[in-house]
């Protein structure tokens, strides 16, 4: 992990650390950001410390009683018979509390005081819930969370479902035209797709995937809009990618795909060899390497190519947020598709503030908000699912 400074505060990780709860990888990475900085290997050795019963300096009485008493009353709505499982489970929520109380300490020394968002103010959060519509070359609409069992019933039983996304089987009746499908993930929601050809889609927040059930004997095309992660096979038949008036040309590789914003479509790279080229303006194939993302133009056809650190682009499929150095603005855009969210800006400075971190994005969205605000010189305003960003 790279070298940070302290707005990058690798929070989700030091709250599982005292929850006993790291993987091997997750404890590495937790022991690159200790080793990055002093401060950071003190701000942890202070909190795993804390005595919760000397209170924070800092945090008003009212507050900390305020979360020692939503900690407490967790702890106690999750009671087991086995004193061992209560024991676990008090453990943990102590280290939650301890975790949140040492996050507001961190930034209350490091940027001032900040107010703490109230915790009545947003409901419980809504992310991640794969709803996904499937659309058929026959107009045919699936909600795959609700009518899985209609998929039996579709293109002749070469497509199945599971609790992670629906995949594809070869169809035996080759020289058949083949059918399209249309995958529609709507904003909160995120889904996984394997074709026919064994190639994975994983397939972003409010995005639209179509391909064809059974490939052809030349060539495979897909069209995307929106945001996804490829894992192609390698095949002597070309694999395309088309979006937004871009084509990847796939050479059996790992990458990541991006055209939220209509003005450019973004290609990372993470493993093997893509090409990259405008079809609107007939321009020549960009050839890409590992570590590097291609910006094409869609209005002018220009592409520039830049090296990039690619785990950092494709942590969404992970299960994070990463964000290096952006801006608020592109902040809140993610956060508001992945929670679906309204997101208003009625102080326009504050759209530039920039923040560096990473984030499960399982994380309550309250939490989230709070991080924010404590760190930058912004409130957040919450009316339902409209979010006003104030200074």
């Given at each position: ?56 300096a800092g945090l008003s009485g009212e507050t900390y009683q305020r979360d020692r008493n939503r900690y407490v009353d967790k702890f106690r709505q999750n009671k087991r018979k086995n004193s061992k499982r209560r024991l676990v489970y ?300 104030t200074k």
């Amino acid at each position: 992990m790279e070298k940070r400074n302290d707005a990058s505060l690798e929070w989700t990780l030091i709250r599982k650390s005292l929850a006993e709860d790291l993987t091997k990888e997750e404890q590495e990475q937790l022991n690159a950001w200790l080793d990055a900085s002093p401060e950071h290997r003190a701000f942890y050795n202070r909190i795993s410390k804390f005595d919760r019963s000397e209170g924070i300096a800092g945090l008003s009485g009212e507050t900390y009683q305020r979360d020692r008493n939503r900690y407490v009353d967790k702890f106690r709505q999750n009671k087991r018979k086995n004193s061992k499982r209560r024991l676990v489970y008090f453990t943990r929520y102590a280290a939650v509390f301890i975790i949140l109380l040492g996050v507001g300490l961190y930034f209350w020394y490091a940027n001032g005081s900040r107010e703490v968002m109230p915790e009545n103010v947003l409901p419980v959060a809504v992310h991640g819930k794969a709803q996904p519509i499937l659309v058929t070359g026959d107009g045919t609409r699936v909600n795959l969370a609700k009518e899985s069992n209609l998929l039996k019933q579709l293109a002749g039983g070469v497509v199945s479902s599971g609790k992670d996304g629906i995949a594809y089987t070869e169809s035996t009746n080759q020289g058949k035209k083949a059918d399209h499908h249309t995958l529609i993930i709507p904003r909160g929601g995120e889904f996984r797709v394997e074709l026919a050809d064994g190639t994975v889609v994983w397939l972003n927040s409010e995005s639209e995937f179509t391909y064809p059930v059974i490939f052809s004997d030349t060539t495979r095309e897909v069209s995307l809009k929106g945001e996804a992660y490829f894992e192609v096979t390698k095949d002597k038949k070309p694999f395309k990618v088309s979006v937004n008036g871009v084509e990847v040309k796939v050479y059996g590789t790992r990458f990541n795909v991006n055209s939220y914003d209509l003005r450019q479509v973004q290609t990372v790279l993470v493993e093997g060899r893509v090409g990259v080229r405008s079809l609107e303006h007939a321009s020549r194939e960009r050839m890409m390497s590992p570590n590097e993302m291609a910006e094409v133009n869609t209005e002018t056809g220009e592409c520039v190519v830049t090296e990039v650190d690619a785990s950092a682009y494709v942590a969404w499929k992970e299960g994070y947020f990463s964000f290096e150095g952006e801006s608020l603005e592109q902040i809140m855009e993610k956060l508001g598709r992945w929670y679906d969210v309204e997101v208003v800006f009625a102080a326009d400075d504050a759209r530039s503030q920039r923040f560096s971190g990473r984030v499960d994005r399982s994380e309550d969205f309250r939490d989230v908000l709070n991080l924010l605000q404590r760190t930058l010189l912004v409130k957040f305003q919450v009316d339902g699912n409209k979010i006003t960003i104030t200074k």
